[in-house]
């Protein structure tokens, strides 16, 4: 097929994606739904889900391959969170709380799982994976047995283990994405969240440009070369490992107060999926990703979640939003693995 | 290759010699009907086996017609055990139930035949070992013979061709298999045997055809011919122009001392090389391919594991710790453009920059902590732009990624980064491997200037001689991983061919 090529440079996957939201969209107004709602939740979510993606990308960028590990992050900031709450800190200083101790616990966690991928050279996709299973396995545990008391965290009966979902209600719901919202013709711009999530880019974009993330790329780039320059690779894939993590432990400490819960036990379990589905879909490949890619692909992403269950509905019985999305997410990132060149 | 022909009656020993890349693999990897061949571009011409035009599509065609080949690299499957590897795909089987249904991959391997057949080949080659016994594992030099097994076994063999047969293998080793060569050609088969070591060639060739540059030089009965002659046939080219050498005297500065170099490099060892690089000059490091010299700038360098004693501004210099060579001032343009040298994904500029960057913290805003310095955009772009103007480096821009380059500019680009790093010692290897000849002359010119303008000691090391002798002012001639000697570049083109053939001596 001949494309322009400007065109081309977009790719043919997002395209139909694009294609497929417009549509989408289009059934929306025709059956004269209510836009500015619709409009309103994909931005919510794009707000939501922003930073697990991001996190993605320096996992990509130093050459560990897509992060299926990503709920070792989570659980560094869903630590966080239990912690804040259990203190019930309110507020701003909350999510201050739950994101200082979460990237406190990132930093040597994210080193031992770079130390680990060092180790298994070459399977870190599949390594990550069944890390992160294993791991949310034994953190369900740990939620059981951990010496939490406040009463509003831990079951109502018998007054041991933590709940599975945790409310935020009162304490730090949403209070990124209420932070200077505004509304814009009917709609609620979360501004807080998005600002988060814009502002974290801008950080990672930066970080790329200094003399640590010039070097992570390098390695990743060329192993042989950046050797020859004096550079060591594994040092440089732990650094990317540690960052992924931290960004991990940022995003769900923003994800849960925009959402209004904190879930534990199994929750983190699948959630690197969806957020490799966004970076793909983006764009982005498994050894090369740039933050177009994570802007691009979690808005078109996540706009198809939020727009394909109301949608559906209103034109069938029924609902197939589950199934077109666990085939998008599932699809783009069996694309993605196809596609590894080297 | 251009106008080669080369006829070999059945039952002689025929050498076939020439420097690298004279075209004497080409040729066997045409007759062996090597895929590689037909992707790069096919050839024309005739050849006869028995007096009947063939032209294979596949090796195995080659070998259903009796030819068979002993290749360089062993191509055996280690996890498997050497009775297996000698009649893979050519198992002895029987008829099955399943496999008068199913066809012959069905049939079952008869084990005991072929542990009987492999027997008897690994008896004719002179190999005692046992043929159950797994390749992986075996001494180098006992692979080798098993692959000689394969070919051996096969029956209605014509040809046989063995391509560097005795280059990894012990003195006896070798004298078996010449000892083994000979019974084959009594058999009646036509042996084509290609070698560096001219001695090998006087104890058993018939004939022998010297090739250089694609074309047959000469056909020489080598028992009437002094080695002394061959070599000359090998090196052979007009002497080139030996611009301005300059003579250092023994007791010159010494800008760079190895002593008892041993680097551990694959297809490239250095066994013990002492070497003095003076302050100033040009050395060139010469050698064919696999003897070592390739090694020496990556062992110096810490690309590859190393010992031994390496002397730089009287400092020591650690060994193995590419950081501290290139933070003691010395730089590398490596062999390897694509592998080691580029970052192809990137930029013009950042190429350029990174080892600077990364080993000496430039092109970097101040900042407090030092890991976090930003990239000085401004001083990078200017820096590349100066350099694309001083080397005429063909692109686009700086911020042109380097794959898109061609080979001659790439080649820039390497050295524009190991310039950037203004080093006082500069290791190049093969600085003209497969770029065009404008960027080659260009490319040379760079190279001296460094040295003449810059003061900037050069070790050079190359494939090609003449460039050597075009450029150095002392040229090491490396063997079997040591200095066979070092020459004047204006030697005789005969001293140069026995130093490589590693017969120094024997003249």
Not at chain 1, 52 to 63: F, H, S
Not at chain 1, 115 to 129: A, D, F, I, S
Not at chain 2, 201 to 215: F, K, S
Not at chain 2, 407 to 420: D, F, H, P, S, W
């Amino acid at each position: 097929m001949k494309l322009p090529a400007a065109l081309r440079e977009f790719g043919l996957p997002r395209l139909l994606i694009a294609a497929f939201l417009a549509a989408l969209f289009a059934v929306a107004v025709a059956t004269k739904m209510n836009l500015a709602i619709l409009v309103e939740d994909c931005i919510a979510r794009v707000a939501r889900n922003g930073i697990l993606v991001l996190a993605l990308l320096p996992a990509i960028q130093g050459g560990l391959g897509l992060n299926f590990g990503l709920p070792v992050g989570i659980i560094c900031g869903l630590i966080g969170c239990v912690v804040a709450l259990n203190s019930g800190i309110p507020g701003v200083a909350g999510v201050a709380t739950a994101m200082g101790i979460g990237v406190g616990l990132a930093v040597p966690v994210g080193a031992a799982y770079g130390w680990l991928l060092n180790r298994t050279r070459g399977q870190e996709m599949m390594v990550g994976t069944y890390l992160g299973f294993a791991l949310v396995s034994g953190m369900s545990i740990f939620w059981l047995l951990a010496p939490f008391h406040n009463p509003t965290l831990v079951w109502a009966i018998g007054g041991k283990g933590l709940r599975t979902t945790l409310s935020l209600g009162g304490i730090y719901d949403k209070i990124l994405d209420r932070w200077l919202a505004f509304d814009f013709g009917g709609v609620t711009i979360p501004t807080g969240a998005l600002l988060a999530f814009l502002g974290l880019c801008g950080v990672v974009w930066l970080f790329f440009r200094t003399r640590m993330g010039i070097t992570i790329a390098a390695a990743r780039s060329n192993p042989r070369f950046a050797m020859a320059a004096g550079i060591s690779d594994e040092r440089t894939r732990v650094q990317a490992a540690v960052l992924t993590t931290v960004l991990g432990a940022i995003g769900i400490v923003v994800y849960s107060q925009s959402f209004g819960f904190v879930q534990l036990y199994t929750a983190p379990l699948l959630m690197a999926f969806p957020a490799i589905a966004c970076i793909l879909i983006g764009g982005a490949t498994v050894s090369r990703a740039t933050i177009g890619n994570v802007l691009l692909g979690t808005i078109l992403f996540q706009s198809i979640l939020t727009t394909a269950l109301p949608v559906t509905s209103q034109v069938i019985e029924g609902d197939i939003s589950e199934t077109a999305r666990l085939i998008i997410q599932n699809g783009m990132i069996l694309y993605a693995l196809t596609r590894v060149s080297k | 290759m251009k106008g080669v022909s080369l006829a070999v009656p059945a039952g002689e020993i025929h050498a076939l010699l020439g420097e690298n890349g004279a075209g004497k693999s080409t040729l066997m990897n045409i007759l062996f009907g090597m895929p590689v061949i037909r992707e790069t571009g096919g050839y024309t011409g005739e050849i006869l086996l028995d007096g009947r035009p063939i032209r294979f599509g596949s090796p195995g065609e080659a070998i259903e017609a009796g030819i068979g080949m002993v290749h360089q690299e062993f191509m055996l499957l280690p996890g498997f055990r050497i009775a297996e590897n000698i009649k893979l795909n050519r198992e002895p089987a029987r008829r099955t139930l399943l496999s008068r249904v199913l066809g012959r991959g069905f049939e079952r391997v008869d084990q005991r035949r072929m542990r009987e057949d492999a027997r008897r080949a690994l008896d004719r080659v002179g190999l005692g070992v046992d043929e159950w016994l797994p390749v992986a594992g075996l001494p180098v030099g006992h692979m080798q013979f098993v692959e000689i097994a394969r070919e051996v076994d096969k029956e209605q063999l014509r040809v046989l061709i063995f391509d560097e047969p005795t280059a990894v293998l012990t003195e006896s080793e070798a004298e078996r298999l010449l000892t083994t060569m000979r019974e084959f050609a009594r058999s009646g088969v036509a042996v084509l045997f290609i070698t560096h070591r001219l001695e090998e060639v006087r104890a058993i060739a018939d004939r022998a055809t010297v090739l250089r540059d694609g074309e047959v030089v000469g056909v020489v009965d080598p028992k009437t011919t002094t080695v002394v002659r061959i070599a000359e046939m090998m090196v052979g080219r007009p002497a080139a122009e030996v611009a301005g050498r300059r003579v250092f005297p023994p007791g010159a500065e010494a800008a760079l001392t190895i002593e008892h170099l041993r680097v551990d490099m694959p297809g490239e060892p250095v066994e013990d090389v002492s070497l003095v690089v003076r302050r100033g000059e040009i050395l060139g490091i010469g050698g064919l391919a696999g003897q070592g010299k390739i090694g020496i700038a990556n062992g110096v360098m810490g690309l590859y594991p190393a010992n031994g004693r390496v002397v730089f501004d009287g400092r020591e210099l650690l060994l193995n710790r590419p950081r501290e060579a290139l933070e003691r001032g010395l730089a590398f343009v490596s062999e390897d453009r694509r592998g080691v040298g580029l970052l192809g994904e990137e930029s013009v500029e950042l190429n350029i920059a990174l080892s600077a960057l990364e080993a000496q913290g430039r092109f970097l805003h101040a900042f407090p902590v030092a890991a976090l310095q930003p990239l000085d955009q401004y001083a990078l772009r200017s820096h590349a732009e100066g350099m694309i103007r001083d080397l005429d480096i063909r692109t686009t821009g700086p911020a042109q990624q380097v794959r898109r380059l061609s080979g001659g500019n790439q080649q820039k680009v390497c050295l524009a980064r190991a310039m950037t790093l203004r080093p006082r010692v500069l290791f190049v290897s093969e600085p003209t491997r497969g770029i065009d000849v404008g960027a080659k002359a260009r490319v040379l010119e760079i190279l001296t200037r460094l040295n003449r303008e810059e003061g900037v000691t050069l070790v050079l090391t190359s494939s090609e001689l003449a460039e050597l002798r075009a450029l150095c002012d002392r040229i090491a001639i490396i063997y079997r991983g040591r200095v066979e000697t070092i020459l004047p570049p204006d030697a005789p083109d005969a001293a140069f061919g026995l130093a490589m053939a590693g017969e120094e001596h024997a003249a």
